[in-house]
């Protein structure tokens, strides 16, 4: 399906901000993304030791989790700041941020960037968002496997393979701009031969990176998606409003510093250009615009699971009090919309 919208964003959901005020919110600067990652370090240090001294005893499982925790949100975050560009104003800080958090990650930077385009461009519309990561509506088999984490290694590495020998298809081709095809593949190919020397070296006995990179990235996945599934569920595709198509919430503060203040999610999309540090102050200035944030991390995704229970077993899907499309509320069975465009 096409969409006829240009674009989404806030002129498509009839929100408006002071240029003047737009432009003080949309400045750039170093400093906040440089003590983000300081802080950010001290965590994973905190998270190696904590695994390097409780190796062996019951208390590695706590530590283990604590530091795929640490590890994985961030690297996601990290790598779709770094992919608007607005993390960092030294643009090689931002570049190279932008290639470290990815590996880590799990994503080749080019192609998410524009993937990414994609789906700011088009959020949420049937066949020309690229980041559409589950069927809709969804149900308790999709949110499981959303969950696990493991079908974004199967997408991405899908990605990176075909890339790598230089296999771009139509639907990649139809969001990387011509000119950036060769930068697709080069970076497909750096990203495959970096993967591929950690498996060796683990196979060669460095057992290291599976302990501090592998396991916890893999044990990180359902923490991560715990954040990301949240922001589009259950709400409305294929309108040209980011109101109705996506969902801010309230973190901890914890959380928000691990996510770079992306649960403003409904701010984020609807003036992209905006860095993470930011998003608070544009957050107050629209919020009497917007739908109240979702309650929090766990109660979202707790009545997210709700629902999905409920419409697999063919009952009332009407979540208690987190925004729903008025079309995934019904009391019985449910019809197909959308196939996700990240398989």
Not at 311 to 335: C, D, V, W, Y
């Amino acid at each position: 399906m096409t969409s006829e919208y240009v674009a989404t964003n806030a002129a498509s959901s009839g929100i408006s901000v002071d240029r003047k005020k737009l432009k003080s919110l949309g400045r750039r600067s170093d400093r906040p993304g440089l003590v983000w990652l300081a802080k950010w370090a001290v965590l994973m240090t905190a998270g190696v030791l904590a695994v390097h001294f409780t190796w062996g005893t019951p208390w590695a499982v706590l530590s283990m989790g604590f530091y795929a925790f640490v590890l994985t949100v961030p690297a996601y975050a990290l790598s779709h700041e770094t992919a608007h560009g607005t993390a960092f104003r030294t643009r090689w800080l931002n570049e190279l941020m932008l290639w470290v958090s990815s590996f880590l990650y799990f994503g080749e930077p080019y192609h998410r960037r524009y993937a990414h385009t994609s789906h700011h461009t088009k959020t949420w519309h049937v066949g020309d968002d690229a980041q559409m990561p589950f069927d809709t509506p969804m149900t308790f088999g999709g949110w499981l496997s959303e969950q696990s984490g493991l079908l974004l290694f199967w997408y991405e590495g899908k990605i990176i393979v075909a890339h790598a020998f230089g296999i771009v298809g139509s639907e990649a081709r139809r969001y990387t701009p011509e000119g950036e095809i060769r930068r697709l593949i080069l970076g497909a190919r750096l990203f495959l031969v970096g993967y591929v020397l950690v498996g060796a070296a683990i196979a060669a006995g460095q057992t290291w990176l599976l302990i501090y990179f592998v396991i916890p990235r893999v044990l990180g996945g359902p923490a991560m998606q715990f954040f990301t599934t949240i922001q589009h569920a259950e709400l409305q595709e294929n309108d040209p409003s980011i109101v109705k198509s996506t969902r801010s919430f309230a973190p901890s503060a914890l959380n928000r510093f691990l996510y770079m203040n992306m649960n403003n999610h409904i701010e984020h999309h609807l003036y992209p250009q905006i860095p993470f540090y930011s998003l608070p102050d544009l957050h107050d200035v629209v919020k009497d615009q917007l739908p109240a944030p979702d309650p929090g991390l766990i109660r979202t995704n707790l009545e997210l699971l709700g629902v999905v229970i409920r419409r697999s077993l063919g009952r009332n899907t009407k979540a208690p009090t987190i925004r729903q499309a008025p079309h995934m509320i019904t009391s019985g069975g449910f019809e197909p919309i959308a196939r996700a465009s990240m398989r």
